[in-house]
């Protein structure tokens, strides 16, 4: 939530600040704004809307400098306007910052601060911060790095936020408490500060991920020094980016999103890369080997995420009972953390979640991990805080994720919940020789139907066309493909603004059968396998009550087919792989139902692609 882009270096700050936002767009677009300091003044540049209108906003002006910041806003604390944007001045002028995150305890700060004369101009909690700063300057006569100190010690909350001053043009200064916050070291003392590392692929290679309680100082001459909140200095620790700018770009497709869903089969071969070895018969994840015997021994597993990775977490349940035999409790996040919940040392916390960053996935692993159990992270993003924080893991390595939408993410996840369910199972007998070795050859095989899958496209296309004005419409499935129907109703939902709800198959007659008449689409997960019988008789129910069925079924259906308005057939598969395939059409059919809508694909009103506040 809220992208944050510093450089201090040449004169190209201001094109490198504004490609920054860009890149930095997905994680909020209620505001865009800038500040540059050139000839020994601040100049700031701030407005309501997207990198666009901010870029509109400063036309013609010279945007000069070589030192500046930018930021691009999802709102928490007021709503989206031009004063709300950032960055924010000290009542001097003085001082502009930048922040991510949310400030708990502004309000008695801000009364405080009004009364010892400084005028405050917005309704954030972040404005409170630069008051603050330039307060303990003023009052305590220390430098800006440690006025930052100071107040730091004094707000409760999360952060990242980068400042500098007009009477110190060579300055930036930054800190982070679970908000993330990345230093890009470039040539000639050049560097750089982002929420991620995305604007800054194509400078450099070298990066520091700023850690919680840290604050970084970045001066044109002596370089970069990090110390924390104790003020303690530490060596920083140099890393190398493995990010390339290509995946960054559209790609020739029209939407992030679009060429997310066609990277899948590319994304499901990278997550199982070098892990799902066919020739050996085996399944090694590197990350979590010190684990494994905890996983052979443990009596359950919970699974903490938040939307689309709760979807896939669901899936891992039905994935780790039916093939590891272990109990899982599947929890949001935010419930999680704040229902005093029993947890103790033999249990294993499963942390999923694309950004890595999502605030109250990152604060059930802090509760957890204070009740002693074993932290496992599945994240996509490389050197994220979720990813550091646990104390085993595996990447999904599905590339970065631009569409606000999870797409790609989603199936990366649950292809390293079942490379991880089976290789539990193998190591602990539950899941015998030949049908491991069938499983194995299974999950080998999808990216190649998955893009079987994908060819359907104009026939999806074609039935979004139909649907495209519905108010309303209904997911089902059954066993593992229950949270299909769930992943398949948020992807309309979020992107169509169409309300939709997604049901195990069998509950609709406990209520939403209410709902059915003959403007309702029910898409249903109708595929051969374990419940298939039953998910008929579903279909059955809801063409007895006029409501329109599309139905995703297995190739060579002709019960289904004999039944629905429209059928989407996918390749056969065993149940526990079939979400991996059956999501996809569900995924293009929101997509294309929100293209012919009008709709912002890749950034759906008030969302944002990592949820960093509570
Ligand atoms: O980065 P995370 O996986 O932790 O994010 C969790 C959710 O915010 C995310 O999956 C969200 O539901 C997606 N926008 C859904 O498409």
Not at 237 to 256: M, R, S, T, V, W
Not at 427 to 436: A, E, P, R, W
Request: aromatic content about 6%; glycine content about 8%.
């Amino acid at each position: 939530m809220c992208g944050i882009v510093a450089y201090v270096g040449d004169e190209r700050a201001y094109p490198i600040l504004i490609n920054g936002l860009r890149r930095l767009e997905y994680r909020g677009y209620d505001s865009a704004g800038v500040a540059l300091i050139h000839d020994g003044e601040l100049h700031l540049h701030k407005c309501q809307g997207k990198v666009s209108d901010l870029e509109n906003h400063v036309n013609g002006a010279p945007m000069l400098g070589t030192i500046g910041i930018g930021h691009t806003r999802w709102a928490t604390h007021g709503p989206p306007n031009d004063v709300n944007a950032h960055p924010h001045l000290s009542t001097s002028g003085d001082i502009a910052l930048i922040h991510n995150g949310i400030i708990e305890n502004y309000a008695p700060i801000k009364e405080e601060l009004k009364h010892r004369g400084h005028v405050f101009r917005s309704d954030t909690d972040t404005e409170v911060l630069v008051h603050l700063i330039d307060d303990i300057q003023r009052t305590e006569k220390v430098d800006l790095a440690e006025a930052v100190r100071l107040a730091l010690n004094s707000v409760v909350g999360a952060y990242a936020i980068v400042l500098l001053s007009r009477k110190e043009p060579d300055l930036l200064i930054a800190a982070r408490k679970s908000s993330p916050l990345v230093i890009g070291i470039g040539d000639n003392g050049e560097h750089f500060l982002v929420s991620d590392a995305t604007p800054i692929v194509e400078y450099t290679k070298n990066v520091v991920y700023l850690e919680d309680g840290e604050i970084a100082v970045i001066d044109r001459k002596r370089g970069l020094r990090i110390k924390n909140i104790k003020n303690q200095y530490k060596t920083p620790f140099i890393q190398e980016l493995e990010l390339h700018l290509e995946a960054l770009e559209k790609g020739g497709y029209d939407h992030f999103m679009l060429k997310e869903i066609h990277e899948q089969p590319r994304s499901i071969r990278d997550s199982m890369r070098g892990r799902l070895n066919l020739a050996k018969g085996e399944v090694v994840l590197g990350g979590i080997k010190d684990y494994e015997q905890k996983f052979v021994n443990a009596k359950r597993v919970v699974v903490v995420a938040c939307g689309t990775s709760w979807h896939a977490g669901l899936v891992g349940e039905y994935l780790f009972e039916d093939l590891a035999r272990i109990p899982v409790e599947v929890e949001y996040a935010s419930e999680f953390r704040y229902r005093n919940p029993i947890i103790n040392e033999d249990d294993i916390v499963l942390a999923i979640s694309q950004s890595g960053e999502t605030a109250d996935t990152m604060a059930a692993i802090e509760l957890a991990k204070s009740r002693g159990a074993t932290i496992i992270g599945i994240c996509n993003v490389v050197g994220s805080s979720i990813a550091r924080v646990t104390h085993g893991g595996s990447y999904t390595h599905a590339g970065p994720e631009i569409g606000v939408a999870s797409t790609k993410a989603f199936t990366a996840q649950v292809t390293v919940l079942a490379l991880m369910a089976m290789m539990i199972g193998q190591k602990k007998g539950t899941l015998t020789g030949s049908k491991f070795y069938r499983l194995l050859n299974e999950l080998d095989a999808i990216p190649g139907k998955v893009e079987k899958v994908l060819t359907s496209e104009a026939h999806v296309k074609y039935i979004a066309d139909i649907y495209k004005n519905a108010t309303n419409a209904l997911y089902l499935g059954r066993g593992f493909c229950f949270p299909v129907a769930l992943e398949g109703a948020l992807k309309l939902k979020e992107i169509s603004y169409i309300h939709a709800e997604g049901y195990p198959a069998a509950e609709m007659k406990h209520g939403p059968i209410a709902l059915i008449d003959e403007e309702m689409p029910v898409f249903v997960i109708a595929t051969k396998g374990a419940s298939y019988e039953k998910v008929v008789s579903n279909i059955q129910e809801v063409k007895a009550r006029k409501g329109k069925i599309i139905a995703i079924v297995t190739e060579g259906d002709t019960v289904v087919k004999g039944l629905a308005d429209h059928v989407i057939e996918i390749p056969d598969a065993p149940d526990c792989l079939v979400p991996l395939l059956a999501s996809i059409p569900l995924q293009l059919i929101s997509y294309h139902i929100a293209v012919m809508r009008g709709c912002n694909v890749d950034q759906p009103r008030n969302l944002a692609k990592s949820v960093t506040v509570e």
